[in-house]
């Protein structure tokens, strides 16, 4: 079994996270057809681009169906960026649905009392409420970020996340099997490549 | 928090650094520089082609997006919308786009913006000083001023759905000199944009400076890329607790 499945749905920067998991050390598979998402200890769902165009993609290809399908199975899932945003249900963006993973809306950056585009290092810190460091991020620790739009989860202490200093985003949130991440691991130096290796340890776990 | 950035400046498959914007010390093969600056934990690499954007160079930028863990900006011989969605399909995050003429350049800024979004669109500008002391538009592919001066440009740009805006002081340019900080001052008044600023910076402490003037990206090829009176060529980036430090 492939231990890293990547999806190629055409909304995503495949060669830069492929190479990441390599530096890791990591087998991994890209799968280009919704079919050929089979069992696998840890699926990533990158995407790049606009909302309305990567929703009707999903829809049309299939791949809504699989992936919703992956995760009700107890597969592992990781989104990054869009297809962190992709795992709730609606965006300010455009039309068209997400595939409704997790309780979350995805807004303007605007809409949260910040300027709109986000492009660059933020730090991440844990919310009050929580005991833990979530998968052992410090507190504190910068990762890349470049997006207009960010999620705003429904019922926030449901879920595991980790806010911004970069007012009003949320930087990542999990929800039982299914993560997303609104920064680019792949591109955050040491901070995501060790961020991408605890995602691994937690899906292995 | 605030960036900087080193500047990896190519042409035919050589990096080098230039000073007013002619070539100075060439510092071998880019896909290196750009692993090592990589491998260094800097901020965002910029990488600046004068060359065209052929199949050669497809193969050195897709070799440079395999090698790095760090956001990468590609400028240079970008022409179309379609051109930049194959650059960022290799897994550059940002493009970057000269601004010559408002009547050519814009519109092409506009549908980039939109094909590739608007984060991934990053608007530059190369300024001169005249003789009277106004700031305008240099236009490097033909070595000659523009009639255009900078506010007129950064009026121009704020409209244009680019996310992101690089000021190219031209007489700084590679000298060392430090940065030209009436020109930075000024584009940061004009804009709310994200802002880069590159030309003349020396010390880490021309970088601290910016910063506090609200420059949000410092870009540097000769303080980055080079080392010691004679400019050999020897990358180096400050060590991240270094840069922890400076960004508390």
Redesign the interface.
């Known amino acids: 079994m492939n231990r890293v499945t990547i999806i190629d749905a055409g909304i995503g920067?495949?060669?830069?996270l492929?190479?990441?998991f390599n530096?890791l050390d990591l087998e991994c598979k890209v799968v280009s057809k919704p079919e050929d998402l089979k069992t696998t200890m840890l699926t990533v769902f990158p995407g790049?681009?606009?909302w309305g165009q990567a929703t009707s993609r999903l829809l049309e290809s299939g791949w809504s169906n699989a992936i919703q399908e992956y995760v009700q199975r107890g597969g592992n899932l990781l989104g990054i960026c869009l297809g962190m945003q992709l795992l709730g249900r609606t965006s300010e963006e455009a039309e068209g649905l997400g595939l409704g993973l997790l309780p979350m809306s995805t807004e303007l950056n605007e809409a949260h009392g910040t300027?709109?585009?986000?492009?660059?290092?933020?730090?991440v810190h844990s919310p009050e409420w929580s005991a833990h460091d979530w998968l052992g991020v410090e507190n504190g620790r910068?990762f890349?970020f470049?997006?207009?739009y960010s999620v705003s989860p429904l019922n926030p202490q449901q879920s595991k996340l980790l806010s911004t200093?970069f007012p009003g985003v949320i930087a990542a949130v999990q929800l039982d099997n299914v993560i997303g991440v609104q920064f680019?691991p792949?591109?955050?130096?040491?901070s995501?490549?060790d961020l991408l290796a605890k995602v691994v340890e937690w899906a292995e776990a | 928090m605030k960036r900087l950035a080193p500047v990896v400046l190519m042409k035919n498959e050589l990096a080098f650094t230039t000073r007013s914007f002619t070539i100075d010390t060439y510092l071998g093969e880019p896909q290196n520089l750009v692993r090592i600056f990589s491998e260094l934990d800097a901020h965002e690499i910029v990488v600046i082609n004068l060359g065209d954007l052929n199949s050669e160079m497809m193969k050195i930028l897709e070799a440079m997006s395999k090698g790095s863990y760090v956001p990468l900006h590609f400028a240079g011989g970008i022409n179309s919308a379609s051109d930049a969605a194959l650059v960022v399909g290799l897994g550059f995050e940002k493009i970057g786009l000269e601004l010559r003429s408002l009547d050519l350049d814009l519109p092409k800024i506009q549908s980039i913006a939109e094909r590739v979004g608007s984060t991934s669109t990053s608007a530059s500008i190369s300024v001169v000083c005249n003789n009277l002391g106004d700031y305008i538009l240099w236009d490097w592919k033909s070595g000659t001023r523009s009639s255009i001066g900078l506010q007129e440009a950064v009026n121009a740009l704020n409209g244009s759905g680019c996310g992101e805006l690089k000021v190219n002081s031209v007489d700084r340019d590679g000298s060392g000199l430090g940065p030209d900080i009436k020109l930075a001052s000024q584009v940061r008044e004009f804009t709310d944009l994200p802002l880069v600023y590159q030309g003349g910076v020396k010390t880490q402490a021309d970088v601290d400076f910016l910063w506090s003037l609200g420059i949000d990206c410092v870009a540097t090829g000769t303080m980055l890329s080079t080392y010691g009176p004679h400019k050999a060529a020897l990358a180096h980036y400050p060590l991240s607790d270094e840069m922890e430090l400076r960004w508390r």
Not at chain 1, 13 to 16: F, Y
Not at chain 1, 115 to 123: D, Y
């Open positions: 920067n495949l060669p830069s492929v190479s990441a530096r790049v681009g606009h300027r709109v585009e986000n492009l660059g290092w933020n730090r910068a890349y470049t997006h207009k200093d680019h792949e591109r955050s130096g040491k995501g490549l």
